[in-house]
């Protein structure tokens, strides 16, 4: 029982440490990567879940997190990177160590957050869903500090990952949820791709500080 | 009476293996890098030669230079040797075990480092100040990242002695844990500061273009040059036994018991191998880092080892 | 007999006294050597510092600690009167502070305004950016007891009060309060040590640093007690006690030096100085011891309080709540921080002024130190030897006074151990040396220095030109950029300006205008007030009645 939760941790844990090193990427080229290994490793989590909890549904998770997250997400994000040109480096709204400081802050209010809520729960679930929230809001944090649209989308595709890391922690979720879970990511790409592509056909550019500018002067 | 010779014993075969395998480590570590890049490279024994000929070298001393020339790489390498001989290598319990507390390690790699700092401002000039600011520069983030990475240690193993923490490690069974994962990482990101591997100096030749470890050194020469290079190969092995002590702490020796010596030996000599493999495979797939970078580098592997603490007060069952 | 009415002056030693009074000879006996000794305000400084750490009452305590501010403001004043006025404003500050804490009962409000008092008079943060001002305005003898002793008695009152006076209220939050004021010392200082041009600013920043890791190591002190853990207790207590101790020889040691390296060469300014080694090699070698101790390298004096301090934080991160856990581990990282700064700070001073080649031509000239002067520093130097080497001995001695403030404690014997490392450090040299000896070449010879190949500089530059060598601007520039940006303000002043000095002169203008409105009142005006406060006084006094 301890190997599993042991494993179950260690991929939680890579998972939280490529989201985190999200945070110090400036080159999109490595944030997509970052994403890539953080949809692998989720999908091995998977199936570690599958095995342990005996779900068959878990294995089906990996499966589609791996052929969806883990390799056409990442080819599509690089193709758009290429069409659009977009590989200079991205800029952050604030400095790096900044950033870096906020995130630790963050992951210490997901402990503290998880901690007194689940005091009757075992200890090392507790550990795992501390994980699952951290990744959630440095997912969020990546969001709000990136410039450039395209790296505020791989902060939301790794917030999706932190929500369905928590969802196969659980024992006896449903199946209907992973799958729409998994389509609505899908849909969220398309409908984001088509957005791009009238921003980028409109301003010629991608980067969003210009409009920020202008929106601030309006108020 | 017997334990105490044979930790004696034991004590006088870690002093000699380490001082003897240093260069053979560096020299590794060299050969494997040009495998890996397809080329023959030079022979492992290189750096006995460098020594060599360094040895019988005469030694000049610049004229703008004090008379303090010479205590600067008497310091730095005398530091060094005492922190190698601290850090357990094939078995755990040896004469040294209770000074090696982790606090003095650190307090001896800060002596090394304040003494070669020291020699690259002796002679006045830019390239010795220049690599001498940096130095400090990485100094200081490497420095509280080893003192968080610490406090997991102290922790999990009730004690701050090298020696404890390597017992403790290999007696409980701690298994896999996201604290000492992210602890790994961040103490790795310091060891490769502190050698001055890539991503953070250029160790390859003697150049002194990275401006941090050969522009401190560069005025110096002859005996004096060979204490330094001598203390550069100790540092690498010291910090590969660190690592290989706290965190492969498998089939450790003990001290007075003579059996579990050959076990041990072997046991260090593969953890080595394995260490030497990955370290020149990373540095020959990244290139070395801005200067400006290397902080960012370090403050992230701090804040890693931050969290690995707060992970280690979670999984602990503590209450608000 | 001098004192109040009717009561007098009591006198009293106890451990803490001796220890403190112990800490404070050596150094009065250094600055008296070294120049010190014809002013009369000097003595009235140091009579004012006897007096207060003897003190057995209140009232006593306060004239003492009066009578010491004031002299030492009448010897700033006469070394430069710049940073005379904020001096002054600070000493009254702590004045008026610590007269009402001392007749309020034991309480809250007692600790906390004995801790702006204090406080303020040792340089804790945020009130401490007096102290590089006005540390380095008097002669060096003045400077080295202001730094090495006001501080102390200071933070003498400051440990009297909260572990013994003020200890039945004593709360876990106190220590809280103790531990961040502590660390933001220790960070503010050591990043402004690194960086400052003028070496006594420099000592002076350095001070602010060590008196931050004495508050840490009370601060812990103070919670454990209050919380009832005797191990940590004993382990903080020994730790601050020892870095004070230790930071009352290496510090007027090396503000001694400072003032001598002006006397011989004109200028204090560390951009200005350079290759002093060679002239004054008797300074240069105390220095350097005195630097060991300021950057806290092992086999100094200055590693064994660092060593606890660390243990102690270590110690209080292993137990607690999750929030306590969390800011001890912060503050590990912190006193990391502070650490290395330190180090980088100490070796800047020593390699940039002491090693290198001259700047000037008044440092190329500069001509070693006196019999007096090197007397005070050696005695100082001497002393150092048996904190630096037999440090578990030294805490033996300061048991006495742990036991007095933490009368619960326990004090395990000291890790880390001096001799022995010096004993292997013997052999590994012995085992160099003959290796050299035996196969390599003897003697040494003179050449030009390689510096990539440039060459020897033009006659007409004997030291070659002085822009080509590293400036103290210059070694410490990667620190500003990565560091100093993100905590200091933007023209690299101190943050505590900004945010705390400059907000309470806009209060104190504000009063100033208000006092001169209230003193240019019209007759009308006057009348008025008078009306108003007789109508108030007899509406209280109705209401009371009627109540």
Not at chain 3, 404 to 413: F, G, K, N, R, V
Request: aromatic share 8%; proline share 5%.
């Amino acid at each position: 029982m301890s190997l599993t939760f042991s494993l179950a941790h260690l991929m939680g844990g890579i998972i939280l440490l490529c989201g985190y090193s999200l945070l110090s990427q400036r080159r999109l080229a490595a944030m997509i990567m970052l994403y890539q290994m953080q949809a692998c490793v989720l999908a091995l989590a998977a199936f570690w879940q599958g095995y342990a909890q005996g779900e068959i549904n878990l294995y089906l998770t990996g499966i589609i997190t791996v052929a969806l997250k883990g390799l056409l997400l990442p080819a599509g994000l690089r193709e758009i990177v290429l069409r659009f040109n977009l590989v200079r480096a991205v800029e952050s709204a604030m400095p790096m160590a900044m950033s870096l400081i906020l995130g630790v802050g963050l992951i210490g209010i997901a402990v503290l957050v998880v901690l007194p809520s689940t005091m009757s729960a075992v200890s090392l679930t507790r550990e795992d869903l501390a994980i699952a929230l951290s990744v959630v809001l440095l997912g969020l944090l990546v969001m709000v500090t990136r410039r450039s649209a395209l790296a505020q989308i791989i902060g939301f595709l790794s917030t999706e990952n932190g929500l369905v890391l928590a969802a196969i922690g659980m024992p006896g979720m449903p199946f209907v949820a992973e799958f729409s879970v998994a389509l609505l990511v899908l849909l969220a790409f398309l409908v984001v791709g088509i957005f791009l592509l009238r921003i980028r056909e409109h301003f010629d550019t991608l980067d969003v500080t210009g409009i920020e500018a202008i929106e601030r002067r309006g108020r | 009476m017997l334990g105490f010779a044979l930790s004696l014993i034991a004590t006088l075969l870690h002093a000699a293996f380490i001082f003897a395998a240093a260069p053979l480590l560096m020299g590794l570590v060299g050969k494997i890098r040009a495998w890996a890049l397809g080329r023959r490279g030079a022979p492992v024994w290189q750096p006995y030669l460098l020594l060599y000929k360094l040895l019988r070298k005469s030694t000049l001393v610049p004229e703008t230079a004090t008379e303090l020339f010479a205590v600067w790489p008497v310091a730095a390498f005398l530091a060094i040797s005492l922190a190698a001989l601290l850090v357990p290598s094939f078995c755990t319990g040896m004469l040294t075990a209770d000074l090696s507390d982790f606090i003095t390690l650190i307090g001896l790699f800060a002596l090394a480092r304040a003494a070669t700092v020291l020699g690259g401002l002796e002679t006045g000039f830019g390239f010795g100040g220049a690599g001498a600011g940096r130095e400090i520069l990485f100094s200081i983030f490497a420095e509280a990242a080893l003192l968080v990475v610490l406090l997991g240690f102290v922790l999990l193993a009730h004690g701050a002695t090298v020696d404890g923490i390597a017992v403790a490690f290999a007696t409980q069974h701690i298994g896999i844990s996201v604290s000492l994962g992210f602890a790994l990482a961040a103490l790795l990101a310091v060891a490769l500061t502190e050698t001055g591997r890539i991503p953070t100096d250029n160790p390859s030749g003697h150049l002194e273009l990275a401006m941090v470890h050969e522009a401190m050194v560069l005025e110096y020469s002859g005996r004096f040059l060979l204490l330094f290079e001598y203390a550069a190969m100790l540092r690498l092995l010291l910090w590969m036994d660190l690592i290989g002590t706290i965190f492969l702490p498998f089939f450790m020796a003990r001290a007075d018991d003579v059996l579990s010596w050959p076990l041990g030996l072997l046991c260090w000599v593969v953890k080595l191998g394995l260490m030497v493999v990955i370290l020149s495979l990373f540095e020959i797939s990244t290139a070395k880092m801005r200067v400006f970078r290397v902080p960012e580098f370090l403050g992230a592997s701090m804040l890693l080892g931050f969290l690995a603490g707060v992970f280690l007060f979670v999984a602990a069952r503590i209450g608000l | 007999m001098v004192g109040l009415p009717g009561q007098g002056m009591h006198l009293q030693l106890d451990a803490l006294s001796l220890l403190f009074l112990g800490l404070l000879a050596p150094q009065i006996v250094a600055s008296a050597v070294a120049g010190m000794r014809g002013s009369v305000t000097f003595w009235a400084f140091v009579l004012g510092m006897v007096l207060a750490l003897a003190a057995a009452d209140a009232f006593t305590l306060i004239f003492g600690f009066e009578l010491m501010s004031a002299a030492s403001w009448l010897l700033v004043l006469r070394g430069d009167a710049r940073p005379a006025t904020f001096y002054v404003t600070m000493a009254v500050f702590s004045g008026a502070c610590l007269i009402p804490a001392v007749f309020l009962p034991a309480s809250s409000v007692a600790f906390l305004l004995i801790l702006l008092g204090a406080g303020a008079k040792a340089g804790l943060a945020p009130l401490h950016s007096w102290l590089p001002k006005a540390h380095p305005a008097p002669p060096a003898g003045v400077s080295a007891l202001m730094s090495g002793g006001m501080v102390k008695v200071a933070l003498y009152v400051l440990i009297r009060y909260a572990f013994i006076i003020l200890a039945p209220a004593q709360q876990p939050w106190w220590g809280v309060v103790l531990i961040v004021a502590g660390l933001g010392s220790v960070l503010i200082g050591a990043l402004r040590a690194m960086l400052e041009l003028e070496l006594k600013t420099v000592l002076a920043c350095s001070t602010v640093e060590h008196v931050g890791l004495i508050a840490v190591g009370l601060g812990v002190a103070l919670r454990a007690k209050a919380m009832g853990d005797p191990i940590l207790a004993g382990l903080a207590l020994q730790a601050a006690l020892l870095c004070a101790v230790a930071h009352g020889l290496f510090k007027p040691l090396l503000f001694l030096g400072a003032g001598e390296v002006k006397h011989a060469v004109g200028t204090s300014s560390l951009n200005w100085l350079g290759g002093l080694m060679r002239g004054m090699p008797r300074l240069g070698g105390l220095m350097l011891l005195g630097a060991a101790g300021m950057a806290a390298l092992p086999l100094g004096p200055g590693f064994a309080p660092e060593f606890l301090l660390l243990h102690a934080v270590i110690g209080a991160a292993a137990t607690g709540g999750i929030l306590a856990r969390i800011g001890f581990t912060a503050s590990l990282a912190l006193l990391g921080l502070g650490a290395a700064l330190a180090l980088g700070a100490a070796v800047r001073l020593i390699g940039i002024g002491f090693l290198g080649r001259p700047r000037t031509l008044q440092a190329a000239a500069a001509e070693d130190i006196g019999r007096g002067p090197l007397f005070a520093m050696g005695l100082l130097a001497v002393l150092m030897l048996p904190v630096a080497l037999l440090p578990g001995l030294v805490l033996q001695l300061l048991t006495p006074v742990v036991m007095e403030l933490a009368p619960a404690a326990q004090t395990p014997p000291l890790a880390y151990v001096p001799v022995p490392l010096l004993l292997l450090g013997f052999l590994v040299l012995a085992a160099a040396g003959f290796v050299l000896q035996r196969w390599g070449v003897r003697g040494t010879r003179a050449a030009p220095s390689w510096n990539g190949g440039f060459g020897a500089p033009p006659p007409w530059l004997p030291f070659g030109d002085p822009l080509t060598q590293p400036s103290a601007t210059g070694f410490a520039e990667p620190v500003a950029r990565a560091i100093g940006q993100g905590l200091l303000t933007r023209d690299m002043a101190d943050p505590a300006e900004e945010w705390v000095v400059a907000p309470l002169l806009r209060v104190h203008l504000k009063g100033v205008r208000l006092a001169e409105r209230i003193r240019r009142a019209t007759i009308r005006e006057r009348l008025a007030f008078v009306f108003v406060a007789l109508v108030l006084f007899l509406l209280a006094l109705g209401l009371g009645e009627g109540g």
